[in-house]
């Protein structure tokens, strides 16, 4: 089945480390995105990537960084200069036809101590 | 990018009709109007997507009038499991959505 994984589901991670969040997807999609959610919240957008080798930053860029090297791969890494990066984060994808719908990835929850 | 405006909240009881509705006095020609709904711990899932008029699929209905400056989620006969937050987005193919808050609906036993 066609769809879009994320790994891992939860991860921890200590201050000042940086971690990185796998986002693969099989539908031959050719923009993906990476959102965050805090409680309570709605989505805020982090970056996307509407082509393989170009990406633009979101709403809420800073402490993030992505790369776009193949079309099915869209990985986040979080940095340590992310201030408060405990929070839900979720990937998506769309098929950039006349109509269109996000197909969203399962998430992963981020705690750092 | 068309701004949106829904409820912040509902709360229904099993086996009625639930409606949502979203204003979005902007939108532009070229902008479908979007459902998603999300559970917790989970990434939003796509509900229904129209243009104007009527729209229905096996979970909801969309109704959007002809000046397009709102629309109506339609959840028939809603049980507990429906109880999650719902979306409204408006934008074209190529644009970068926006989500905003969400309705969240409760249902009640």
Avoid at chain 1, 21 to 35: F, I, K, P, R, V
Avoid at chain 2, 37 to 66: C, D, H, M, W
Wanted: aromatic residues 12%; contains cysteine.
């Amino acid at each position: 089945d066609g769809g879009i994984t994320q790994s891992p589901k939860y991860l921890f991670r200590k201050e000042g480390q940086n971690v990185t969040l796998s986002c693969e997807q099989n539908l031959n999609h050719d923009a993906m995105y990476w959102y965050r959610q805090d409680p309570g919240q709605g989505l805020r957008l982090i970056y996307y990537s509407q082509i393989v080798n170009d990406f633009q930053k979101g709403d809420i860029a800073e402490g993030y960084s992505v790369s776009r090297e193949k079309k099915e791969s869209f990985p986040l890494t979080v940095t340590s200069a992310q201030k408060n990066p405990t929070a839900f984060y979720l990937c998506a994808s769309t098929d950039t036809g006349e109509s269109y719908g996000y197909t969203f990835g399962s998430g992963t929850r981020l705690t750092v101590v | 990018l068309a701004k949106t405006t829904q409820p912040i909240s509902m709360d229904s009881y099993e086996g009625q009709e639930v409606n949502i509705t979203c204003s979005h006095n902007n939108i532009a020609t070229n902008d479908y109007i979007t459902w998603y709904q999300q559970f917790p711990s989970q990434g939003p899932r796509f509900i229904i997507q129209g243009y104007k008029t009527k729209v229905t699929n096996e979970v909801a209905s969309l109704f959007i009038p002809a000046d397009r400056k709102s629309s109506t989620l339609s959840l028939p006969r809603v049980s507990l499991s429906d109880t999650a937050v719902y979306y409204c987005l408006v934008g074209a193919p190529d644009d970068k959505i926006i989500f905003g808050k969400g309705t969240r609906l409760h249902i009640l036993p």
